[in-house]
């Protein structure tokens, strides 16, 4: 009802993940370009993108951490201009969680479509947002830098010639577990096969952060400063 209407009332719905509409990536376009849809009605929009591109829908549509994403669902989204107007939303503190999430699940393990974003200029905003008052927001926005560094050189020199690297090693020192994860998750995409991102990590005091992380009580906050230990060690003697 939302990407037909418009209406604020829609609700999620589970998706089948064998299948994706033909026309479900126009139909969330033409939602972003309507004039009066409300900010609520772009929530729901971006979180469908989200869960298209997942291939599962949730209730909220918030995880902690990206997963390999659904290609089919993320190549129709990207061809109908999904990008651009995710992107639009970030500087809103109404849609930007929401925007953030659907640009994580649309670039997860997609090369094409994590480079779109970074040519569209997109980095900047993201970086802005790990600085937000919405911890959300926060999360989301390390989750997406992830999905945009991960197995892309071009965007882990981008990403930290933005000055992305102080940011996310200060996210490490939040009182919330899920900061510290998303941040060292962002941190390990970051560094991994990356001699300058990982020599940087280690001057800017990174790993000290994550040792200490790595006795944190939350075993989602081991794994990730475990697994950002290891990229930024790994071919450095």
Do not use: W
């Not at 298209?52 to 390999?68: H, K, N």
């Not at 500087?91 to 974003?117: D, I």
């Not at 970051?190 to 200490?212: I, P």
């Amino acid at each position: 009802r939302l990407l037909r209407d418009g209406t604020d009332d829609a609700k999620m719905v589970r998706l089948p993940r064998a299948r994706v509409p033909i026309d479900a990536s126009r139909a969330c376009q033409s939602a972003y370009s309507r004039p009066s849809l409300s900010y609520l009605a772009m929530q729901y929009a971006a979180t469908c993108c989200a869960n298209l591109s997942s291939g599962f829908a949730t209730q909220d549509g918030y995880e902690e951490s990206a997963i390999s994403g659904h290609r089919e669902a993320q190549d129709a989204l990207a061809t109908a201009g999904a990008l651009p107007l995710l992107l639009a939303m970030l500087p809103s503190g109404k849609t930007q969680t929401a925007g953030a999430l659907a640009l994580t699940r649309l670039c997860a393990f997609h090369p094409p479509n994590q480079e779109q974003v970074a040519q569209l200029g997109g980095i900047p905003p993201l970086l802005s947002l790990l600085n937000g008052a919405s911890l959300s927001s926060n999360c989301h926005a390390a989750n997406a830098l992830a999905e945009l560094c991960r197995g892309n050189p071009a965007n882990q020199n981008a990403i930290a010639l933005a000055g992305g690297v102080g940011p996310l090693l200060s996210m490490l020192a939040s009182r919330s577990p899920q900061a510290q994860a998303a941040a060292a998750s962002a941190a390990a995409q970051l560094a991994m096969d990356c001699r300058d991102n990982q020599e940087t990590v280690a001057r800017m005091g990174g790993l000290q952060a994550l040792v200490a992380l790595v006795g944190a009580p939350e075993p989602s906050v081991q794994a990730m400063a475990s697994l950002a230990l290891a990229a930024i060690c790994r071919s450095h003697v």
